[in-house]
């Protein structure tokens, strides 16, 4: 994979960029974050991130502002053959930047599994979560396909740019309510910066709760990553 793979993927971002702005019900978003990945022992390792949600577009208008703060940890066991267990906690700080909105505690199950074809590895994973607020509790259902790989050379080298796209629908269900499908697409360009450290950007598209009420978001990431 060559570097001028970059301008169609540059393209293709440009163009859902747009065209999450030109739909109706549109909220944007940026949502940097840090993340430290710990490893433990050969198969066992910690991710504590922390990030913060910050509206850019609502309701029409152009804006910058807070929406919430998440602070998270996941717990991984890799149990051969790529494939990969994980569970997770995190805890979302609402109430700070919203008053009227509720703080919210949420719990996940995760399993992962991993293929290489080539130069390029694909992913599947399944999740399951535990959304938990004062009002109630939301549970929710989770697939997601990735792949990713390099854009110079067959491997990845330092200072090198990497390629990540994925797609993930969701199914919430609570008491009281009918479901709530969504669907997302991400695509993210990162940069190997040392041994250590990576720096992602991309878009996430978002289509939300499609069959009643649809909602396109759309947001902008960034993210720092240490491994230790």
């Given at each position: 994979?060559?570097?001028?793979?970059?301008?169609p993927?540059?393209?293709?971002?440009?163009?859902?960029?747009?065209?999450?702005?030109?739909?109706?019900n549109?909220?944007?978003?940026?949502?940097?974050?840090?993340?430290i990945?710990?490893k433990?022992?050969?198969?066992y390792?910690?991710?504590?991130?922390?990030?913060?949600r910050n509206?850019?577009?609502?309701?029409?208008n152009?804006?910058?502002?807070?929406r919430?703060?998440?602070?998270?940890?996941?717990?991984?066991?890799?149990?051969?053959?790529?494939?990969?267990?994980?569970?997770?906690i995190?805890?979302?700080?609402?109430?700070?930047?919203?008053?009227?909105?509720?703080?919210?505690?949420?719990?996940?199950?995760?399993?992962?599994?991993?293929?290489?074809?080539?130069?390029?590895?694909?992913?599947?994973?399944?999740?399951?979560?535990?959304?938990?607020?004062?009002a109630?509790?939301?549970?929710?259902?989770?697939?997601?396909?990735?792949?990713?790989?390099?854009l110079?050379?067959?491997?990845?080298?330092i200072?090198?740019?990497?390629?990540?796209?994925?797609?993930?629908s969701l199914?919430?269900?609570t008491?009281?309510?009918?479901?709530?499908?969504?669907?997302?697409?991400t695509?993210?360009?990162?940069w190997?910066l040392?041994?250590?450290?990576?720096?992602?950007?991309?878009?996430?598209?978002r289509?939300?709760?499609?069959?009643?009420?649809?909602?396109?978001?759309?947001?902008?990431?960034?993210?720092?990553?240490?491994?230790?």
């Open positions: 994979m060559t570097t001028y793979s970059i301008k993927i540059c393209g293709g971002l440009a163009l859902l960029f747009f065209q999450s702005i030109a739909a109706q549109f909220t944007g978003y940026w949502k940097p974050e840090v993340a990945n710990y433990v022992a050969t198969n390792s910690h991710n504590f991130s922390l990030d913060v509206y850019t577009y609502r309701n029409d152009l804006q910058l502002r807070s919430h703060l998440d602070i998270a940890h996941f717990s991984k066991l890799d149990i051969g053959n790529s494939q990969s267990l994980a569970v997770g995190q805890y979302r700080f609402r109430n700070v930047f919203e008053d009227q909105e509720q703080n919210e505690l949420r719990f996940t199950q995760q399993y992962n599994i991993t293929h290489q074809r080539g130069t390029v590895r694909f992913g599947d994973r399944l999740r399951t979560e535990q959304r938990i607020t004062p109630r509790t939301i549970y929710r259902f989770r697939y997601r396909f990735a792949l990713d790989f390099a110079q050379g067959e491997k990845l080298d200072g090198e740019p990497y390629f990540v796209a994925s797609t993930e199914l919430s269900v008491r009281g309510s009918g479901p709530e499908w969504d669907q997302r697409i695509t993210n360009i990162g190997l040392s041994a250590h450290t990576k720096f992602q950007t991309g878009l996430e598209y289509l939300e709760n499609y069959t009643q009420n649809t909602e396109n978001v759309l947001f902008l990431f960034s993210s720092l990553i240490f491994s230790l």
